[in-house]
């Protein structure tokens, strides 16, 4: 659902020049809930999250993709952005990330550390001074640790 939903929302946020970093599709109180990050080279400002809101909103009411009530929230990725994409690594090359697997590496599903490469969908970072190399795929989550 979650790829059928992103498929049809990416390019109304990209027609309104902004990018879809992550379509996060959750269960809420009785509720479904639908939240979209989005980001632009300027930065993202409430009105930016009112305007997609609004177009969204709109295309949500003619497809009825979502069976039931659901909630849309539209925020910006934060700080600590979250990374989906290919492309995402390969713009935060060089960051702190932390990441979770989706099983267990020699007993160990968080790694934190300098994301150092990104190919063949596979992703090299520098954790405590030891290599790693994660598959795209074994991924759960990633995210930037955020600058202080």
């Known amino acids: ?16 020049g902004y990018e879809l970093v992550w379509l996060q599709l959750a ?9 979209l990050y989005i980001d632009h080279p300027d930065g993202i400002v409430v009105e ?9 909103s709109a295309l949500m009411d003619v497809e009825d993709p979502i069976s039931g009530h659901y909630t849309l929230e539209v925020s910006s990725p934060g700080l600590d952005r979250p ?7 390969d713009a935060f090359t060089g960051s702190e990330i932390k990441l979770r697997l989706v099983d267990s590496i020699e007993g160990r599903k968080r790694f934190r550390g300098v994301l150092t490469a990104r190919a ?21 989550s990633a995210r930037l640790v955020p600058e202080i």
């Open 120 to 140: 063949d969908g596979e992703i090299e970072m520098l954790v405590d001074g030891t290599s790693h190399r994660f598959a795209l795929r074994d991924i759960e």
């Open 83 to 89: 990374l989906v994409k290919p492309e995402h690594f």
């Open 1 to 16: 659902m979650q790829r059928e939903l992103t498929a049809l929302i990416e390019p109304v946020v990209e027609s309104l």
């Open 27 to 35: 269960a809420g109180d009785g509720d479904q809930l639908m939240r």
């Open 48 to 56: 930016d999250c009112e305007r997609v809101s609004r177009e969204v």
